[in-house]
């Protein structure tokens, strides 16, 4: 691998605070010189942001057992092409990631793809069913940091509370679905006006803000960590806002739908719209952006969650819950929340959206390598993307096995351009590399 050289590109470095233009030069897998030198190939990037790669805390990567939907090697390329270069795929698998030979399967399949690394999450309880515990210390000697039953919560409280307990010897993380199950029985939509004029069983904000403050209390009186997936209301962020002040160690994460798009998606019955938890109303959008400027919210996490057409095609009530994110989750993040040449009107500055796709989901879950430190010696993990160019998402093109994007159709401003993993391109000129 010879040298590379990102030349005059914007590099913006939320980890050491870094944000001028400058030559990036790689070579042997690592950053050596971030200044005017060059070596090896030069390519050309005036005009671009040069970022640490994109880290993703929350992906369904559906290997094993929905390879129809997305596979491991076709998840990861959304992934690279999407500007990330690490991805925490969850353990809703079948069979479930509850134990040590799942997690070395995921990694295998990644390894051998070599799109991004993944960091497996591995259950919180086995096959999911909120009962036992899953086999926690042999996926935590594999390296996993995080535990969730993601799609699914841990209803009981003594058994969250164990769970943060062990999780505790290893300083690792629970992430828990929140979502009281008794108050979302048969739930289709948020609850409000327009469920009732649609007929759709309501979901209530409070089924995910009583377990969010069941799952803060526990944590808080074990000094235990807890990450808050998915937020979703401006009642959630509240809490988290009033947890952190307390010190409790809690991180949380926004999807890019639940900071864009309102329950009247739903009007029209599209399935594309359903999603758990369910797409709010205009002031918990508002109060997720808010919590993102704030630093309440740490990290925006995609929650890319692939169906395939002959599910996800169905009419409201049959079809599954979840959408694509992976190669949107940046463009959407610059065209929503970030505006042109980072105009005071932005809800976020260039420099905080890294920071929420990159520095902060890398350190919240103690991944190294990632998330920045653009300089001499650390691993070249970089994306390299133009913030100007539009582009509109065509869900046939996406490299996703499926199809179930919420944008399809949108016209979106920033699109990635290399992605770099360890000095090696993943994506060149937006495209898979071979
Ligand atoms: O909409 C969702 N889909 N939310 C989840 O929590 C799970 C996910 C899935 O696995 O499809």
């Given amino acids: 691998m010879s040298a590379i050289t990102l030349t005059g590109a914007r590099v913006v470095d939320p980890a050491t605070g870094r944000d001028e233009t400058a030559n990036v030069v790689v070579d ?39 390879e129809d939907a997305e596979t491991i090697a076709s998840g990861t390329a959304a992934a ?65 940091r995080c535990f969730s039953d993601d799609g699914l919560p841990v209803r009981s409280a003594r058994v969250m509370r164990r769970a943060l307990t062990y999780a505790r010897t290893w300083d690792a993380i629970i992430c828990n679905h929140a ?10 939509m948020n609850e409000g006006e327009l469920s009732s004029v649609l007929g759709l069983a309501g979901w209530p904000r409070e089924a995910e803000e009583v377990m969010v403050a069941r799952d803060l209390i526990l944590a808080h009186g074990l000094g235990a960590r807890l990450h808050v997936p998915h937020v979703s209301t401006a009642g959630t962020v509240d809490l988290i806002r009033r947890a952190k002040v307390l010190g409790t160690r809690v991180t949380a994460e926004a999807a890019p739908h639940h900071f864009t798009l309102t329950d009247a998606c739903v009007a029209d019955y599209d399935a594309v719209y359903k999603v758990n938890p369910p797409l709010r109303t205009m002031a918990d959008v508002d109060a997720v952006r808010g919590g993102l400027a704030d630093g309440t919210i740490d990290a925006i996490a995609t929650d890319h969650a692939p169906h395939a057409p002959e599910f996800k095609d169905q009419e409201w009530g049959q079809a599954p ?66 913030p100007a160019q539009r582009w509109t998402v065509d869900a046939t093109q996406l490299a996703s096995r499926s199809r179930n994007s919420p944008f399809a159709g949108r016209e979106l401003t920033g699109k990635v351009v290399h992605t770099l993993l360890r000095g090696r391109f993943t994506v060149r000129d937006g495209r898979l590399a071979g």
Avoid: K
Wanted: hydrophobic content about 45%; glycine content about 14%.
């Fill in 28 to 66: 042997g897998g690592v950053v050596t010189e971030v200044g005017q030198g060059s070596a090896g190939l030069r390519l050309d990037v005036d005009g671009c942001v040069v970022a640490p790669g994109l880290v993703d805390l929350h992906v369904h990567l559906r290997e094993p057992g929905s």
């Fill in 179 to 188: 979502e009281e199950p008794t108050l979302t029985e048969d739930a289709e």
């Fill in 321 to 386: 819950c979840g959408m694509l994110g992976l190669e949107t989750a940046l463009a959407v993040t610059l065209t929503e929340l970030v505006r042109a040449a980072d105009d005071a009107a932005g809800d976020l500055t260039l420099p905080q959206a890294v920071a929420a796709l990159s520095t902060n989901p890398a350190r919240s879950r103690d991944i190294a390598g990632h998330g920045g430190g653009i300089e001499p010696g650390a691993p070249a993990n970089l994306v390299v993307f133009d």
């Fill in 80 to 144: 690279a092409l999407g500007g990330f270069t690490a991805v925490c795929p969850m353990a809703n698998t079948a069979p479930v990631t509850d134990h040590a030979g799942v997690v070395e399967q995921v990694l295998r399949l990644a390894r051998e793809a070599g799109h991004c690394d993944t960091y497996p999450v591995g259950a919180v309880t086995r096959g999911l069913r909120g009962e036992e515990l899953a086999e926690l210390g042999t996926m935590a000697a594999l390296g996993v």
